[in-house]
């Protein structure tokens, strides 16, 4: 089985340490504190870059811990990003999963939370005056986007 590691999208807001305690069998992604147990990664196929070698995946890790010291942080014991730069990805790599979180997102909000690479899990404001309902927003949060028929999510 091959293991994939679990992205999050730029602005989505994880509950901090306070209240970071997962139901029993789970495991907490997020210590509350930092941003230890993560790097980045762009919505790109998984396996190109677990094929990389040694090196080249050293310097991708590397560049990629500079981008988001730069693009996020933990205020309140909460995820933060600041709009830009790579999405969070786990250093460590899941198989099989479930995953539960709390989430909060701002007026006209579009977030998501990337499962693999692909599909995305949309969170989003989905009120009218969100301004996008035109794209599917009137159909809430929580659905499987930017999933093509034939792709392997």
Known sequence: MKLI???LLAAVTL???ALNQPPKGFTALFNGKDLTGWWGLKTEDPAKWMALDKDAFAKKKADSL?????HWSVENG???NDGHGLYMSTEKNY???ELHIDYKTVAKADSGIY??????VQIWDYTKE????NIGADKGSGGLWNNPKGDSG
Do not use: H, M, T, Y
Request: charged content about 25%; hydrophobic content about 35%.
């Open 5 to 7: 590691p679990v992205f």
């Open 15 to 17: 509950q901090g340490a």
């Open 66 to 70: 500079k981008d988001i010291n730069e």
């Open 78 to 80: 909460e995820l933060v």
């Open 95 to 97: 198989g099989d999963f």
């Open 115 to 120: 499962l693999r690479g692909i599909p995305q």
């Open 130 to 133: 969100g301004g996008k309902w």
